[in-house]
């Protein structure tokens, strides 16, 4: 089964964890402070996964410090034998357990992008039977670009071409862990988990629905502690 499939499924995906929307600041409140504060940063690797039979250049180029992503939902998958849906992705080589781990960078989403996850923490081992994700973020076509945790919860609206930073705070354990996504810095969504495996994030466009989508990045960062 694809990850289209999974993630069309809605009620199967988002089910197995507790989630907490964010509240909003008291008035006169002091701010809130700044989610890296006792993390390090740290270096990562990574590689390019992008529809098998194109150059990387035909997906992807990099100016200014800004790196582009795209894909169409007629492009092949990342293998040639893969039934996954097309995607332009990098994948993260710091595979990990437990711990704390951020993901963190400036995303840019342009209009008509579509049924698109631009990053995630991809669950490369896990037991059978348990997602192949612990979390989504994905834009649809609504709204002026509605971002979504899979294809439910509304975690921003008004999102297309305009900067924004994202961070995806993951405090993994050998059960059930949490993970906290910031916007701005702003904690958007605590949610749990989807329990012990060996995972990675992955950013870039993975094409869930029609078209063309596009993603673009800057200033991406890795933060352990």
């Known amino acids: 089964m694809n990850r289209r499939t999974l993630l069309r499924a809605g009620g199967g995906l988002l089910a197995g964890g507790a989630m907490t929307a964010a509240a909003a600041p008291?008035?006169?409140?002091?701010?809130?402070?700044?989610p890296t504060d006792g993390w390090t940063e740290t270096s990562f690797t990574y590689s390019w996964q992008k529809p098998w039979n194109l150059d990387l250049a035909d997906r992807h180029s990099s100016s200014g410090g800004v790196d582009r992503m795209w894909v169409y939902a007629?492009?092949?998958?990342?293998?040639?034998?893969?039934?996954?849906?097309?995607?332009?992705?990098?994948?993260?080589?710091?595979?990990?357990?437990?711990?704390?781990?951020?993901?963190?960078?400036?995303?840019?989403?342009?209009?008509?992008?579509?049924?698109?996850s631009f990053v995630q923490i991809l669950r490369s081992v896990h037991p059978s039977g348990t997602p192949a994700t612990d979390i989504m973020l994905n834009v649809y076509n609504t709204s002026g670009g509605t971002v979504r945790r899979y294809d439910g919860t509304v975690l921003k609206t008004n999102a297309y071409n305009t900067w924004f930073n994202v961070k995806i705070a993951h405090q993994a354990s050998t059960g059930t862990g949490t993970i906290k996504v910031y916007f701005d810095d702003s904690l958007v969504l605590t949610v749990?988990?989807?329990?012990?495996?060996?995972?990675?994030?992955?950013?870039?466009?993975?094409?869930?629905?029609?078209?063309?989508?596009?993603a673009r990045f800057r200033n991406i960062t890795y933060w352990t502690r």
């Open 192 to 214: 749990a988990d989807r329990g012990p495996a060996t995972r990675y994030f992955k950013n870039g466009v993975y094409n869930h629905g029609s078209g063309r989508v596009e």
């Open 74 to 116: 007629t492009d092949e998958p990342f293998e040639e034998d893969s039934t996954t849906d097309p995607r332009t992705e990098m994948r993260w080589k710091n595979d990990y357990k437990t711990g704390d781990r951020m993901w963190d960078a400036d995303v840019y989403l342009p209009s008509g992008t579509d049924g698109a």
């Open 26 to 34: 008291a008035a006169g409140a002091a701010p809130a402070a700044d």
